[in-house]
C-alpha cells in the first residue's frame, strides 16, 4: 500500500504527470480565452455601429451633464465632442441627441415610420385619460385616427379662417386693456396679458363664444394649464433608474398628484360637453347642417361616431388644444416683444410696416388688413423669433420602435430620440457667423434665408417638428400671434419702466413642456402719437 502511495506521489511529481493533469485544464483556459475574445468582437462590432457616447459616470451615465436647461448642456455637449448624433445614458435611460439638420431629417423623414412615437408617460396615462391626447399617443392606428381627425376637422386653414373674428374680438379685449394702462401711464405685465390672450382664444375655439364669455371657465382653465404643465413637463426619476420602481413610492406620489388634477380637468370638461351635447341635440333636432365656425366640442360630438371616439378621446382631444397651443403661442409672442424692445431698429421698421397699410383712425389692425398686404417683414420677425427662440426647443422626445441606421450608426429599437431644434436654428454651419443675432432680414427677399421656411421641408428650421408627429396647430398658432403682434406694435410706442434699461430683461429660462422667461415682462406703453 505504501509502495502504491509512494509510487503515485513520484509520478505526481514527475513532470511528464503535471503536464498530463495541466492540459485538460489549459485547453479550458483558452477555450474560455477564445469565447471571451469572440463576445467582446461582437460587442464591439455593435458599440461601433451605435451613435457615438461622451464619458460616462457608473449608475448616473451622462444625467450629471444634463442641466436645468437641456437644449443649452445638450447643445455644449455636442459641440465639446463634436457629435451630431450622439447617445447618451440617462441612469438606465438610453437618449440619442441629433443636432444637425441632415440628421434631423434622417428621423424626421428618412426614418419617420419608425420613429413616430412617444415615450411611455404615466402622467400622461393619468391626465390624459389613459394617453388618448395626439401629443402622448404612441404611434398606431388610434393616433392615426385622432390625428386625421383633427387635422381634417379641426385645425384646418378653413377653420382657422372661420375663428378670425373670436382672434379679432380678443385682440380687442387686450388692446382696450393695454390702452387704459397708457391713459394713466401705468405699466402692464405683458406676459400675463399675452398668457390670458392666448387662453381665451382656445376657450373660445374649444367652447364657443357663450360659454367662453363668462370667465369662469377661462380662468379654471389657464389655472388647470399652469398647475398641470409642470408635472406633463417634468421628469419622472424611476424612468432613469427603474430599480426605484420596485419600491414604487415615487410613482405613487406621481400618480395621487396626477389624479387629482385630472378630476379638476374632468369636473370642467364634463360640465362643457353635458352643455354642448343638450345644444348639440337641439340643433340636431332642428336641422343636421354642421357649421364652419362651430367650436370644437360640438365638431367633436358630431363626428365621434365616425371615429369611434369614446367620450374619454374626446376630453383628451381637448386638453391638447391648452397643452400644446396655449403657452406656445403666448411664449413666442413675449420672446418677439422682448427682442423688438432690445432692438428699436426693428422694432421702429415693423412698426412702420404695419402703420402704412392701416387707414389713419382705425384701432384694430384687422386679419383682412395683414392678407391684403404681404407684411414680409411681420413674418420675417415672426420667423427669426421662432429660430433664435425656440420654445420647444427639443420638440417632443420621439421613440424608434424598430432600429434604423442615421449618419452611419445604429438607433437600437426602444430609444427616446431628442432633436435639438434649438441648437441647429443657432448653428452658424447652416446660419452664418450672425447665427446668434436677431436678424430678420434674414428671412427677406435677397435675403440669406429667403427660401427658409417653418413648415418641415427645412431641417435647419424646425419650430413646428416635421413629418408624422409634426405639430398640427401651426396656423392656428401663427395666426393668433400674428395678429396681436401687428396690433400690439400698431397702436402703441412701448417703453421700459423708469429706471430700467431695455438691456436690463432678464432673460433666465424655465425649461418645461414649452421653454418661457422666467421673470414677468412689465412694460410702459404710450398712445401712438
Ligand atoms: C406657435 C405656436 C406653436 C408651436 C411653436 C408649436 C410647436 C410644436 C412642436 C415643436 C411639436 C412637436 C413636434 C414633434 O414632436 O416632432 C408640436 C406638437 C403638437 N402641437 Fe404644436 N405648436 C404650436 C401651436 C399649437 C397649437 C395652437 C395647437 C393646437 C391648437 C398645437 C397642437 C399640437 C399637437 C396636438 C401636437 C402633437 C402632434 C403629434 O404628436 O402628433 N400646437 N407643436
Known sequence: MANIAQQFMLELTAPRSWMLLLLPLLLLLVRCWFRAKRARGIRQQQDDHLPPSP??????GHLHLVGSLPHVSLRSLARKHGYDLMLLRLGAMPVVVVSSPSAAEAVLRTHDHVLASRPYSLVADVVMYGISDIGSAPYGDYWRRARKLVTTHLLTVKRVQSLRHAREEEVSRVI???????????????SHLLGSFANDLACRAVMGKSSS??????????????????????????????????????????????????????????????????????????????????????????????????????????????????????????????????????????????????????????EADLNLNGMAYLRAVI????R???VTPLLAPHLSTASCSVDGFVIPAGVRVLVNAWAIGRDARSWG???????????????????????????????????????????????????MLANLVHRFDWEMPAGKEAGDIDMSEEFGLVVHRKEKLLLVPKLRG
Open 55 to 60: 464619458p460616462a459616470l457608473p449608475v448616473l
Open 176 to 190: 382696450a386693456q393695454i390702452g387704459e394702462a397708457a391713459g394713466v401711464g401705468a405699466a402692464v405685465d405683458v
Open 213 to 366: 364669455r363668462n370667465e369662469g371657465p377661462s380662468k379654471l382653465f389657464r389655472q388647470l394649464i399652469v398647475d398641470t404643465s409642470p408635472l406633463l413637463g417634468g421628469f419622472n426619476v424611476e424612468e432613469f433608474f427603474p430599480f426605484l420602481a420596485r419600491f414604487g413610492v415615487l410613482s405613487k406620489v406621481v400618480r395621487a398628484k396626477s389624479e387629482r388634477l385630472r378630476r379638476r380637468w374632468d369636473e370642467l370638461l364634463e360640465q362643457l360637453i353635458d352643455d354642448h351635447e343638450r345644444q348639440y341635440d337641439a340643433a340636431a333636432a332642428a336641422s343636421d347642417q354642421k357649421g364652419e365656425d362651430d367650436d370644437f366640442i360640438h365638431v367633436l360630438l358630431s363626428v365621434r361616431q365616425e371615429y369611434s371616439l369614446t367620450r374619454e378621446n374626446i376630453k383628451a382631444i381637448l386638453l391638447d388644444v391648452f397643452f400644446a397651443g396655449v403657452d406656445t403661442a403666448a411664449s413666442v409672442l413675449e420672446y418677439t416683444v422682448v427682442e423688438l424692445m432690445q432692438r428699436p431698429r426693428v422694432m421702429r421698421k415693423l412698426q412702420a410696416e404695419v402703420r402704412s397699410i392701416v387707414p389713419k383712425g382705425q384701432e384694430i389692425v384687422s
Open 383 to 386: 420667423k427669426e423669433s421662432l
Open 388 to 390: 433664435l427662440r425656440n
Open 433 to 483: 457667423e450672425d447665427a446668434e443675432e436677431f436678424v430678420p432680414e434674414r428671412f427677406l427677399d435677397g435675403g440669406s434665408a429667403a427660401d427658409v421656411g417653418f413648415k418641415g421641408n427645412d431641417f435647419q428650421f424646425l419650430p413646428f417638428g416635421s413629418g408624422r408627429r409634426q405639430c398640427p396647430g401651426m396656423n392656428f398658432g401663427m395666426a393668433a400671434v400674428e395678429v
